[in-house]
């Protein structure tokens, strides 16, 4: 069974960091993509962050420059370093692990429970 675990949320300050992890039971990060995804109220979900078996990387225009990702292939994890946050980084944030059917598409397949980031003074 698939389990994806998600930890690292949490009430930050601008301008401040906070380190997301999600660990996976059940599944190995070697042969699927992963990614990052955002929902906040009232807004459609954004995917942050994305990195293919290979370690091809994007990002969205939104968090280039100030997110980063990566993974721990041997313990099946995967993070997202966020830096200078801002008040509209406040969502609920996803771990996916997925496939690429196309190029410039991404099928996620298993999703993280979410963790709650919020952003303010």
């Known amino acids: 069974q698939v389990q994806l675990v998600e930890s690292g949320g949490g009430l930050v300050q601008p301008g401040g960091s906070l380190r997301l992890s999600c660990a996976a039971s059940?599944?190995?990060?070697?042969?699927?993509?992963v990614a990052w995804f955002r929902q906040a109220p009232g807004r459609q979900r954004e995917r942050v962050a994305i990195?293919?078996?290979?370690?091809?990387?994007a990002y969205a225009k939104s968090v280039q420059g100030r997110f980063t990702i990566s993974r721990d292939n041997a313990k099946s994890t995967l993070f997202l370093q966020m830096n200078n946050l801002k008040p509209d980084d406040t969502a609920v944030y996803y771990c996916?692990?997925?496939?690429?059917?196309?190029?410039?598409?991404?099928?996620?397949?298993?999703w993280g429970q979410g963790t709650q980031v919020t952003v303010s003074s």
């Open positions: 996916t692990w997925g496939y690429i059917p196309a190029p410039g598409l991404y099928e996620p397949e298993y």
């Open positions: 059940g599944i190995s990060l070697t042969r699927y993509s």
């Open positions: 990195m293919t078996p290979d370690s091809s990387i």
